[in-house]
């Protein structure tokens, strides 16, 4: 199946700094990118959609000037975490659906978040 | 809008146990349905999916049918190893294009040798 890779796999960072993860469709094309933010034992959760060549979607109640998403091509979106603090520390994961393959979405591997 | 229910966990099962997970969904129209598994520290795999009514999708044992009328999407294996301890969700998405997924809220399974 197709490839998503998602980078760094994890991070540690100091309060105030920001950090970039990138999201990679290896294999295919991905109009449509997802971030999605996941809290220790709960569920994924919706944060925006990102599309290639506009601004992305916001969830409600996502701080847009906070998470900051860029998908300049076909293959790769960024979600930056700008001045990060503590509470920001969680697992973050992309997905990208490849209109070829259906309705399926592939996954990245996530990335883990720690705000120190 | 739409949404996914799951049974609560944590599951914890010996070894060669029967699995049952029950998932629920609520949607407008004509999901389609899939299982991921997320193993520790890692993102997370599709397991399984079904995209209409009736439709069985099954891998690595594990076996779900998508029913209209219960609006239901059951995970089951017949005999679980430890091996397949790990968190489940089932999520549902609209078939169009560019639309996201809907998770469930994840049920732990453990399973003990």
């Known amino acids: 199946g197709a490839v998503v890779s998602q980078h760094p796999s994890w991070v540690i960072c100091k309060s105030g700094t920001s950090v970039k993860i990138e999201c990679r469709s290896l294999d295919f094309q991905a109009t449509t990118m997802f971030w999605y933010r996941q809290f220790p034992k709960q569920s994924l959760m919706l944060m925006a959609t990102s599309n290639e060549g506009s601004k992305a979607t916001y969830e409600q109640g996502v701080e847009k000037d906070k998470f900051l998403i860029n998908h300049a091509s076909l293959t790769l979106s960024t979600l930056t975490v700008t001045s990060a603090h503590p509470e920001d520390s969680s697992f973050y994961i992309c997905?990208?659906?490849?209109?070829?393959?259906?309705?399926?979405?592939?996954f990245g591997q996530g990335t883990r978040l720690t705000v120190v | 809008g739409d949404s996914v229910t799951q049974m609560e966990g944590p599951v914890t099962l010996s070894e060669e146990a029967f699995l049952t997970i029950n998932c629920t969904y609520t949607a407008t129209g004509y999901p389609s349905l899939f299982w991921y598994v997320q193993y520790p520290g890692e993102g997370l795999q599709l397991l399984l999916k079904a995209t209409k009514a009736d439709d069985k999708g099954s891998n690595k044992g594990f076996e779900a049918t998508y029913r209209k009328e219960t609006t239901s999407f059951h995970l089951e294996k017949g005999s679980v190893q430890v091996s397949d301890s790990a968190v489940y969700f089932c999520?549902?998405?609209?078939?169009?294009?560019?639309?996201?997924?809907?998770f469930g809220p994840g049920t732990r399974l453990s399973v003990l040798p």
């Open positions: 999520a549902l998405s609209d078939r169009g294009y560019g639309q996201n997924f809907v």
């Open positions: 997905s990208a659906r490849d209109q070829g393959l259906g309705t399926e979405a592939f």
